[in-house]
Nanobody, 117 residues
Framework: QVQLVESGGGLVQAGDSLRLSCAASDRTFSSFSKAWYRQAPGKEREFVASITNSGGTTNYADSVKGRFTISRDNAKNTMDLQMNNLKPEDTAVYYC??????????WGQGTQVTVSS
């Protein structure tokens, strides 16, 4: 079974940075687009950023444009999310997703990001 594991979350102050990583157990998903989603308490899970299989095309939610950068290393079976200038509204559990026909169908367990004022 292919597994996805997120890491890198933590408690930081506003304006600080974090780098999240999503590691896959093998190269099964290397040909698929991947994405980061997040879910805050009482809110629906929302799209954050996505990246195509080759890394040539990226998309970002308006709320994170200019602050977050998504990347992937297919040789290492990893996908990262560099988060700069974090804001309290970025507080959420962040999930790695694998896209099939542009829809997320596989998920990791999530990593908590908490940004204090």
């Amino acid at each position: 079974q292919v597994q996805l594991v997120e890491s890198g979350g933590g408690l930081v102050q506003a304006g600080d940075s974090l780098r999240l990583s999503c590691a896959a157990s093998d190269r099964t998903f290397s040909s698929f687009s991947k994405a980061w989603y997040r879910q805050a308490p009482g809110k629906e899970r929302e799209f954050v950023a996505s990246i195509t299989n080759s890394g040539g095309t990226t998309n970002y939610a308006d709320s994170v444009k200019g602050r977050f950068t998504i990347s992937r290393d297919n040789a290492k079976n990893t996908m990262d999310l560099q988060m700069n200038n974090l804001k309290p509204e970025d507080t959420a559990v962040y999930y790695c997703g694998v896209l099939v026909n542009n829809r997320p169908v596989y998920w990791g367990q999530g990593t908590q990001v908490t940004v204090s004022s």
